[in-house]
């Protein structure tokens, strides 16, 4: 397992380290409700629309949705992640901008 991305098991991990706090490895729990979000967004994590003079503005939803049914994705599945690859933009987005 990546040190980046340690995945609470337990309850107690997630409640013993309130927000953002990094566990004393340098990883961080994640919800269980947030592991499929994160694991997929991996996998997109280049599909951004770039702009010619330099920046982004934001994902590029098609290649997102592509790879989706490439994975094979149906469409409950596609409307329960995106909201949260959204989520996940926005907060990249506040932190490049």
Known sequence: MDKAFAWADEP???AETPGFALLPD???????ENIDAIAFFLTVQRCWIYLPRG???GMN?????????MNGFGRRRQAAL???LETI???IMEVWY
């Open 12 to 14: 107690d991990q997630v």
């Open 89 to 91: 933009e926005n907060a």
């Open 82 to 84: 995106l909201p949260r």
């Open 61 to 69: 939803w098609t290649m997102v949705r592509d790879k989706m049914g």
């Open 55 to 57: 920046g982004i503005t």
């Open 26 to 32: 340098g990883s961080f729990p994640v919800w269980p």
